[in-house]
């Protein structure tokens, strides 16, 4: 019999992280742009040990932009191959944080983030890689349709 510590050492790990989607009335969505990437994304992050991709989600909105918001439905799963330096695949959960009027009460953490804007789906096509744009597309229709996205590699 194989020891339990042996087994789960053994298994494929992956890397869990979350973001919030967010619009504004017009329904642009919120993109904020890292200093340690060259593209946009959504406000979220990995997920630490013991916590729940919901709970991280709330987390990072409110480190990056200084907002509580309410972690609403989950819109879209995507499961991401492990890319450039991250050595493992990513599962990263995308949850609807509702709307802002504009971006009053904003506050981006310095440490992380150089900018932030709401942004069409086309004006994201020169802003985001491709897969990133397929989960803001996917996310806008989950919205729209009361449904969960599973957005394969």
């Not at 510590?5 to 992280?17: E, P, R, T």
């Not at 996310?139 to 969960?148: F, I, L, P, S, Y």
């Amino acid at each position: 019999m194989i020891p339990a510590d042996v087994f789960y050492a053994g298994l494929h790990k992956v890397i869990v992280a979350a973001g919030g989607f967010i619009t504004d009335p017009a329904g642009r969505v919120l993109l904020v742009k890292p200093n340690y990437r060259d593209h946009w994304g959504w406000p979220g992050g990995h997920v630490d040990e013991g916590e729940s991709p919901e709970a991280a989600c709330g987390r990072e909105v409110r480190e990056e932009l200084s907002l509580t918001l309410p972690v609403g439905p989950l819109l879209v799963v995507n499961w991401v191959e492990p890319l450039d330096d991250r050595p493992v695949p990513l599962v990263h959960f995308l949850f609807d944080c509702g709307t802002l009027d504009g971006g009053d009460g904003i506050v981006l953490q310095d440490e992380e983030l150089d900018d932030f804007g709401f942004f069409t789906a086309e004006e994201a096509d020169a802003l985001m890689p491709s897969f990133l744009v397929a989960r803001f597309r996917a996310a806008q229709t989950a919205r729209t349709d009361g449904t969960v996205v599973y957005l394969a590699p």
